[in-house]
C-alpha cells in the first residue's frame, strides 16, 4: 500500500461519512478475531457500508490503493475467515440489514448480505414458509458469512446446505466492479453456473452483498426425540441403521457425554449426563409420515442398543432442546481456556471408525476432546479442551490434530465440512486436494482477483 | 502512565479474560451492540479490550473508560453466554480500574461521584434528611413553582435535562410505616428480615410495606432496621469496590444472621449484588465466614414466596390487566424468571399478557438514566413501545430504578392503555387485603 493511513482514512470518510469508519485501537482490537480460538490480528480500519454503491466505492478505492480488504459479517466463522492481515480495510457488512422482498408465488427471499440468518427464516415462516439451514449461530451469523462459507446446520441431512438454497447474489468483484448472477427460475443452464463459484468462496473472489434465495413451504409437523447410549459406536450404528432403513430425519445430531454435562450445565434442560453418548432426532413433514417414522426411529435406535429414548412432549420442547444442542460448541468452553474445534467429515459407512478413532486419539495422547456434530451428514466437531499458553500441551494437541486429518483423508472425507478452510485448515489443503486440484483452485483465484486484494492468505498463500 | 501492575484486570485470574472465546452467541441479547452494530460496544469486544489491556497490548485510555460506562451493565450476556463468562466480575474490575487511573478528568463529575457514593449512598441519615427536604419542596407545590418559572434555567443543562425525572419523594419513609419487628396474626413459622434499599426507602416505602403485609400473610416474622445502610451495589458497578466492601462489612453487623430464615430483598438491582458478599469479601479475616453465610440466606422477595409455598390469594387485586417487565438484575443478575409470574398468574381476575423482550433493559440500569441520558432514552422508547402493543392497562416489574424509568417512560405516551406501574407484591398485598373486606 503506498497511501498513508491518515489519507486513506480520510478518503473512506468522505465517501461513507466519518462515522462509519473506525481507526482508533479501541475501535479496532474488537475487530482483531473472529469465532476460532488462538488467532488475532488488528486491521488498519474498519468500514460499515451501507449499499451495494457504497461496498463497489469502499473496493475501487482499496484497489486503487492496493489496501487488502477482510470481508466481514458477524464474525462467527470458525476458520479465521473474517480474522483480518495487518494493514488490511476490514469491510463490515452488518449494515446492509435489509430483507427485500418475499415472493411466495415463486417461493424465493430476496435479502441484503448482512440480514442475520434466524431473521430470514422468521421473515419466511410469516408466509407459512420455511428457510432450512441453521448453523448453531443462526441467531447471529449473516447471509453473506453462510453463503461464503456454504454453512451447514443441524437439518442438513434432509434439506442440504446452504448452497442448495442460492438461487442468485449480487457480487462486488475485486475491481469494483457489479454483477448480477443467477434468477428466479427453477431450471437455469445458461452459461456457467457462476453463482456457485461464489459459494464457500470465503471472501476471496468477491463481496456478496445481495441474495436470492429458495424457499420451502414450512412443514406441517415434527417430532422431536432423544436416544441415550452407554457406546459412542452405538449411536453411530442408529445412525448408519436408520439411513440403511430408507428414512431420512431432518436431524441427527450427536453429543458426547463430555459435550453433555457441558451443555446441560449451561441450559439446565434435564439432559442426561450419565450417558456416553446421546443423539437427537428430528423428523418433519406430513404429520402421518412423521408419526411413522418416529417410530421406526425409535425401534431401530433401541434395537442398536439405546438405553432410553425419550419423544419431546411438544414442538416447544423440541425446540428447547435443538436449542440446547447449538450451544454445545460454546458449552464446550466451559471447561478449559482454549477450545479448538475440529471439522472433520467423513462418508456416513466410516462414521463408526471415525468417532472411535478420535476416542483413542484422545487417550493415547492424554488430551481432552469432546465430540459432538452433524452425525446424520458424517460430520463430527471433535473439540480439543486445552490451554494456549500450555506449549507442550499444545505441541500434542497439534499431533493429535495431525492424525485425525490423516485418518479422516483416509477414510475418503474431507478435512472441512462446513466451517471452511480460512487460516486453520489452509495446511492440509494440498494434501487433500492434491497437485492438479489444488492448482486448478489458484487458477481461478488468481483471475478473478490477479491483484491480490481479497482476503489474501486465507484459503492458501 | 495508567499501566500500573495494580490494575484489577491484570491482577484478575488470567482464565476469566480467557474464558471468552468469542464465538459472539451474546451478541443478539446486547443492547448496546444491537444498537451500534460496533463490535467494541459488544460484550466480547469489551472483554478483548479488558484483554488487551491484561495483556500490556493497550493502555487504559479515556476512550476505553467511555465504553465501560456505556455498557449498561444489564447482564444480558451472561445469561446468553454458553461458555460461562464472569462478566460481572471482569465489568466492575474494568470499571475500578477505570476510576483508578483516572482517565475521565476531573471537574464535575468528581464532585457528583464524591457526593453520591461518598456521601449519600454511605449515610442513610443524611440520605433521608435530603429525602426529607426534597418531599418538603415537593409537597409545598415549590417543584410546581419553579418549573412554571422556569428557575430550572439555572441549573447547567445536563442538570435541567435531568430535572423532570426527579422522581416523587414518598408521603412516608419506610421507617415511618414499618415496625422493627412485626409478627404474623397465625402461626409463625420463619423468622426473616427485611432490607429496606436507599431508593427504595425515600420513594417506595410502599412497596416496602406491602412486601411486609405479604411476608405476615405467609407466617413470616419481619424484622426490619429503621436505619440501614446502603447494600454497595451502586459503589459496586461504579468502580468504587473499596466502598462496596465497607458498607458490605456495615450490612453484616446490622444482622444477626443465624436468627434468621432468610433475609428479603425486593430490588432486583440490589439483590443481585447482596447474593455476592461472599466474594466480595472472601479475602477479609474477618468477615469472609459470616458473609458466605449471608449470601445463603439472601432472598429475592419472590424467589422466597415461591420457595415456601405462599398462599394464593381468594380475592383479585383491583387490576384487571398487566404485563410484567423483567429488571435486569433479577432476570440476568438472579436467574429469577418463573416467580413473579408465579405470583401475578396466583392473583384470580388478573390476565397477564407476555410483554415482549420482556428481558431487555428499559435504560435505567442503575444510574445510566444519568450518565448516557440518550442510549437510556432510545431503550425506554422501545420497551414503551413494547408495554403498548400487549394492551395491558398495568406494567408490573419489582425493580425501583426501572420502575421510575417506566413512570417516565409512560407519561411519554399519554395515548397508551397503560398508565400504571406496579410490582408484583403490591398486587399481591392488594388481594390478600380484599379478602379481609370482601371475603369470598
Ligand atoms: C457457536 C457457533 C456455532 C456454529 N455452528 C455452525 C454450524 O452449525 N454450521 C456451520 O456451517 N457453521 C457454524 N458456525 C460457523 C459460522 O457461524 C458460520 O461459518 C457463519 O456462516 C459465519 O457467518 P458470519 O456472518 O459470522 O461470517 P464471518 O465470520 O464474518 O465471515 C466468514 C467468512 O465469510 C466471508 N464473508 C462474510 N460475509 C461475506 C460477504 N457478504 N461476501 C463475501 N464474503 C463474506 C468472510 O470474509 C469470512 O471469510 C458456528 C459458529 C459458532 C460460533
Ligand atoms: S461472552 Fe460468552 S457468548 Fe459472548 S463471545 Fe464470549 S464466550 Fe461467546
Ligand atoms: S452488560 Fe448488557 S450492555 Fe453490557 S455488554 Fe453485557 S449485554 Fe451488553
Redesign the pocket.
Known sequence: MAIAASEFIDQLGKLLGDTEVLSEAEDLIPYSF??TAALKQKPWCVVFPRSTDEVAACVQLAAKHQVSI?????????SG??VPLTGSMVLC?VKLDRIIEVDAENLTLRAQ?GVITKEIDDAAAKHGLFYPPD???MKI??I???V??N????RGLKYGVTRDYVMGMTVVLPSGEVVWLGNKCVKDVAGYSLKDLFVGS??TL????EVLLKLLPRPMARRTMLAMYDTMEEAAETVSAIIAAKIIPCTLEFLDQMTLKCVEDYSKIGLPTDVAALLLMETDGHPAAVEDEANRMLDIAKKHGAREVKMAKDDAEGARLAAAR?NA??ALARMKPTTILEDVTVPRSELVKMVRFIRETAEKHKLLIGTFGHMGDGNLHPTFLTNEKDTEEMHRVEIALGEIVDKTLELGGTVTG???V?LAKKAFLRQQFGEGSYQLLRTIKFALDPQKLL?PG?IFD | MAANKNMLLKKLDYSILQQCMH???CLPTCPTYMETKRERNSPRGRISLMRAIADDEMELSASFADEMYYCLGCLACVTACPAGVDYVELFESARADAESSEVQGHGMRDFWRWLTLEVLFMRPRLLRSLGMVLRWYQQMGLEHMVRKLKLTMILPKKLRDLEPQTPQMARSFSNELIDEIESPTGSKKYRVALLTGCVQDLVFSNINRDTVDVLLANGCEVVTPSVQYCCGSLHGHNGAPHLARELARRQLDMFDVGSLDAIITNAGGCGSHLKHYGHLLQDDAVYAGRAAQWDAKVKDIHEWLVEIGFRKPTSGCGTVSATYHESCHLCHGQKITSQPRSILSSIPGLKVTELPESNWCCGSAGIYNITQPEQSAKLLKRKVEHIDSTSAETVVTSNPGCHMQLVNGLLSKPESSCHKVSQPVTLLAEAYRNEVSSPL
Open positions: 473472529d469465532g477482510v470481508t466481514r459479517g458477524s464474525g462467527t466463522g470458525l475467515g473474517s457488512l448480505c448453523p448453531g449461530s451469523s449473516t453473506g458469512g453462510n461464503a462459507e454453512s451447514g446446520g443441524l470465503e471472501g468477491g463481496i456478496i452483498t447449538r460448541f460454546s462446513e466451517h471452511g480460512g482476503n486465507k | 464465538c459472539g452467541m
